[in-house]
């Protein structure tokens, strides 16, 4: 049994569909990369599977319980966090606070300061902020805060929506090395990204999804070789 | 000149008390985004609450808090459980249901109704009032000691609420929803439990202004009425959703009611206080002591 299993699900905004049967598979401890074009329905499919939006056909199962059926508050507190795209963050809230709300499932309650130390350590520059209101951080910092919320929630899967998005080269070095030490932490991580060379480099195995549908999978060094996709991804 | 200064301590003290009365209205507002057209009504509730609750058990007035309090705070949360919860629900991708304020006025005419059929029409007051009429002598100046407890309870509100949002998990949890709804379900936070809470605290804030009042004020089903535009004036003018705005707005309308009277005839006021809304909303809809952010 793996830990996120997606089968043949369809979802819609209204009349429009925007995945169509589409299935997944994540392993417990795997990086998982899902990439594909504006539009291909790659932020969609992560609010399926954290309960924003709810599928209209297929089926999703954590640790083989069906969770599609579930509102977000409570797929949340089964461990499958959702760090969304355009951060999210809680602008007129602090750094801290922000981190704290992140522990608020009842899971992650119990432990909030051990983690929150934790967090500190792997994100020192939080630590610096703190006090600092979410709003007046810089996007490289804001994304870092996202992360630390989504860690606070204790995730057994960290779903990451294209945490490079709009970053300096620099700095979306520096979020790339925070995922994988995340993923060396034990962390299961399934994440969105436009910039398909490095997200590749540090998945195990990637997914390609375009008009909604996965049109190729496989391990990511044999993804990251392929014709099509650095055609298409890479402008080689 | 002493006469001014008299005017104004009581214009900040009666003025303090509006803006207790108003703390609840912003309190819902800023988690709901919708204006609680009812408000005046949970005041009126809160008023009839503390009156029985003081007549019923002869306790000194202020001592009705730990009774009203708790009533306040449960008929808030279930009002909005079981009336304003489905229409939420129903209308869940909008971000400021209208539907909403519609209910809540309907509210407001049930309750002032149903208050009307139980208890009829006449005003009552507190029989065995330990603070009817008393006074603080300062020099040659007088000041209402039920308007000045009014005062620090209010203060003493204010304070208690900001440290709730601030420093526990459930005002964090408040203070999340408040800013995006769907990244605090993200964090696993049920948003109408949340709505349910605010609320019950909305109405709870309500009663605590109910029982500043009751000891020199007049309860009748409509009483809210009198309140309830000055609340809506009073959270504008401070900014919807801030509780220290609240509190300075209804100080500014206070003492414009209270200092005024020296310098014009005093329905005058009333013309200052609608056309300072009125430019507040030109210049800063967000309120004075508002945030710029748009919640």
């Known amino acids: 049994?793996?830990?996120?299993?997606?089968?043949?699900?369809?979802?819609?905004?209204g009349d429009v569909q925007v995945i169509f049967e589409l299935s997944l598979k994540v392993e417990k401890k795997e990086v998982v990369s899902i990439i594909g074009g504006n539009g291909a329905g790659k932020s969609s499919l992560l609010r399926v599977i954290s309960g924003l939006m709810k599928p209209s056909a297929g089926r999703i199962t954590f640790e083989g319980r069906a969770i599609h059926t579930e509102p977000?508050?409570?797929?949340v507190t089964h461990g499958v966090v959702h760090v969304p795209e355009g951060r999210r963050l809680f602008p007129l809230m602090s750094v801290k606070d922000n981190l704290l709300v992140g522990a608020y499932n009842s899971r992650a309650r119990g432990e909030t300061d051990k983690t929150l130390a934790e967090v500190y350590e792997l994100l020192p520059r939080l630590a610096e902020r703190e006090n600092q209101l979410a709003m007046t951080l810089s996007g490289g910092e804001q994304q870092m805060v996202a992360i630390g919320r989504g860690l606070m929630a204790k995730p057994q899967l960290l779903m990451l929506d294209e945490p490079s998005l709009g970053l300096a080269p620099i700095l979306i070095r520096d979020i790339f090395k925070t995922v994988r030490q995340i993923a060396d932490h034990g962390i299961t991580v399934l994440m969105v990204e436009q910039d398909v060379r490095h997200s590749l480099s540090l998945s195990d195995r990637g997914y390609v999804l375009e008009h909604g549908r996965v049109v190729m999978e496989g391990k990511a060094d044999v993804l990251i070789d392929d014709p099509h996709i650095k055609k298409a991804y890479l402008g080689i | 000149m002493l006469y001014v200064i008299e005017d104004m301590i009581n214009g900040i003290l009666m003025g303090s008390i509006y803006g207790l009365t108003a703390m609840g209205l912003t309190i819902i507002f800023g988690v709901l985004k919708v204006i609680n057209f009812a408000h005046g009504s949970?005041?009126?509730?809160?008023?009839?609450?503390?009156?029985?609750?003081?007549?019923?058990?002869?306790?000194?007035?202020?001592?009705a808090l730990a009774i009203v309090i708790p009533v306040m705070f449960a008929f808030g949360y279930a009002l909005q459980n079981i009336v304003i919860k489905p229409i939420f629900i129903a209308e869940k991708n909008v971000r400021e249901p209208i539907t909403v304020i519609i209910v809540t006025t309907g509210i407001w005419y049930i309750l002032d109704?149903?208050?009307?059929?139980?208890?009829?029409?006449?005003?009552?007051?507190?029989?065995?009032n330990p603070l009817q009429g008393q006074m603080?002598?300062?020099?040659?100046?007088?000041?209402?000691?039920?308007?000045?407890?009014?005062?620090?309870?209010?203060?003493?509100?204010?304070?208690?609420?900001h440290l709730f949002m601030q420093k526990t998990i459930m005002g964090r949890?408040?203070?999340?929803?408040?800013?995006?709804?769907?990244?605090?379900s993200l964090m696993g936070i049920n948003q109408y439990r949340i709505y349910n809470v605010a609320f019950g605290i909305g109405a709870a804030t309500t009663g605590i202004a109910a029982v500043a009042l009751i000891p020199f004020n007049n309860v009748f089903p409509t009483v809210g009425v009198l309140f309830d535009i000055?609340?809506?004036?009073?959270?504008?003018?401070?900014?919807?959703?801030?509780?220290?705005?609240?509190l300075l707005g209804g100080i500014i309308v206070g003492l414009i009611e209270s200092v005024g009277p020296q310098f014009m005839t005093a329905t005058w006021t009333e013309a200052i206080v609608y056309g300072l809304f009125l430019i507040v909303l030109f210049v800063k809809p967000s309120g004075l002591f508002g945030q710029k952010h748009d919640w």
């Open chain 2, 136 to 161: 603080f002598e300062l020099g040659s100046m007088f000041v209402s000691a039920p308007k000045f407890y009014g005062f620090i309870i209010a203060l003493v509100t204010a304070a208690a609420i």
């Open chain 2, 42 to 63: 949970l005041l009126m509730v809160g008023m009839y609450a503390a009156y029985w609750a003081i007549t019923l058990t002869g306790v000194h007035p202020y001592l």
């Open chain 2, 173 to 184: 949890a408040i203070r999340a929803t408040s800013m995006d709804r769907e990244a605090a």
């Open chain 2, 113 to 128: 109704n149903l208050t009307l059929l139980v208890f009829g029409p006449q005003y009552r007051s507190l029989t065995a």
């Open chain 1, 1 to 13: 049994m793996s830990l996120l299993e997606i089968e043949k699900i369809d979802a819609s905004y």
């Open chain 1, 72 to 75: 977000p508050e409570n797929i």
């Open chain 2, 230 to 246: 000055k609340g809506f004036i009073i959270v504008v003018l401070g900014g919807l959703g801030s509780i220290s705005g609240a």
